[in-house]
């Protein structure tokens, strides 16, 4: 079989099940070229991913970052202050400095700001019969929550999503922009973040900004230039996945009108519900590693230097993990998806990525009596990120 899952246009068509479910069966640890010469490994399955994930010292997140494709000197020093892209020991205290402002209390307490964010959407939207259920109506939750929780002039939220934008969906035509841009924009976005934390520094508040840039950890606190990197992952991530993962589960509940029907009806199901989305939506279709020496994965040697590539969105639906994994089973248990990750890069906003979605469906099903498509979505040109950029649908308003 001829094997390309590398061309974004690939996934104009969502996720190629076929080539990935044969990757499975044949080769799970898959030698794929690159356009720009060399190659790297692809791994496709559940458990080589979580193999991978784990193991942090001989896969490393900082060597080349995330990306499949390698990036210029000045820009992977750039990039590398993220978090996602730290291996420990410098990875262990800024995450520890992030992990406590999410807690199960904090988004508790934060949770009905979101629901009223989100019942505000819903009446907005309610005015307008024919939508883009993604520009109008999905990404304004996770926007809107995102850049609250980092008190950001609401005058500010628009410029946000367009530097998330390019910074996320940099080769889909309608999205992205040049190299040149897209790397300005991440320039921008950090030094957008840098001016807030030098701004908030010592100044008392309790914003995320505030909190994360006056928090000592191991007896330093983060700096401004730490937080400007650790503000452009926080900002892209809160805006992109989430909003990929409600239209996405919105279009498979449309898809699937019984459990449309269900949700309705028992929001009890909605967090269950929630997880299968994640796992059929998964906003991410891969993260990469760099391999820090020789070694050896799924029956392939790999060499030191090799790129690494871990294919959630094929792990998702490993046949020796799910059972019946083409199937939308609401009420799946277990369901030990990897659409946050594993290990120690797990998505710090995960619990808040599925509170949003929670919250919007209890939302959505509170205003609207129906949703109906009213054309064929289309998914962002993208290798890295799934999602819809349009969703043409129409609303029934509840009366």
């Known amino acids: 079989m001829l094997i390309d899952i590398y061309s974004p246009g690939i996934y104009t068509a969502g996720i190629p099940h076929r080539q990935f479910a044969w990757l499975r069966e044949n080769a799970p640890v ?50 590398r202050n993220q978090l996602l892209g730290m291996d420990p020991p410098r990875h262990a205290p800024l995450r520890r400095a992030v992990i406590t402002r999410f807690t199960s209390k904090r988004l508790a307490a934060l949770e009905p700001r979101v629901r009223a964010i989100a019942r505000g959407i819903m009446a907005r939207v309610g005015a307008l019969e024919d939508i883009n259920f993604v520009e109008d109506l ?25 530097w998330s934008d390019l910074c996320t969906s940099a080769t889909d035509p309608d999205l992205g922009g040049t190299p040149e841009e897209v790397n300005q924009a991440s320039i921008e976005m950090g030094t957008y973040g840098f001016q807030l934390a030098s701004q908030r520094k010592d100044g008392g508040g309790d914003d995320l900004i505030s909190l994360l840039i006056n928090q000592e950890v191991d007896g330093e606190k983060v700096s401004e230039a730490e937080f400007a990197s650790l503000f452009v992952q926080i900002a892209v991530a809160g ?25 309705e009806r028992d929001y009890s199901l909605i967090p269950s519900a929630v997880e299968e989305m994640l796992r059929w939506t998964c906003p991410l279709h891969y993260f990469r590693r760099t391999a820090t020496c020789d070694t050896e994965l799924g029956g392939e040697k790999i060499a030191a230097g090799d790129r690494v ?3 959630y969105s094929s792990a998702n639906f490993d046949e020796s993990v799910f059972h019946q994994p083409m199937k939308f089973d609401i009420r799946r248990n277990p369901n030990p998806h990897l659409a946050f990750g594993y290990g120690i890069h797990l998505c710090l906003g995960a619990n808040l990525a599925r509170m ?40 029934t308003r509840r009366h």
């Open 239 to 263: 805006n992109e996945t989430t909003r990929g993962l409600i239209s996405s589960g919105m279009y498979l509940l449309a898809q699937h009108p019984q459990a449309y029907a269900e949700l």
């Open 356 to 395: 949003e979605a929670r919250l919007f469906l209890e939302e959505f099903f509170r205003a609207f009596s129906g949703l109906e498509l009213t054309g064929t979505p289309s998914y962002i040109e993208s290798n890295i990120v799934h999602g819809f950029k349009q969703m043409p649908a129409r609303l």
């Open 30 to 79: 898959y030698w794929h070229e690159h356009p720009d010469g060399g190659g790297y490994w692809v791994v496709s399955r559940h458990r080589e991913v979580v193999q991978v994930s784990k193991d942090f010292k001989t896969y490393s997140a900082e060597r080349g970052f995330v990306m499949v494709d390698d990036m210029e000197p000045d820009v992977l020093d750039m990039v």
């Open 138 to 162: 999905a990404g304004d939750l996770p926007t809107a929550v995102i850049c609250s929780l980092l008190d950001i002039p609401e005058d500010m939220w628009p410029q946000i999503r367009r």
């Open 309 to 311: 590539v871990m294919l």
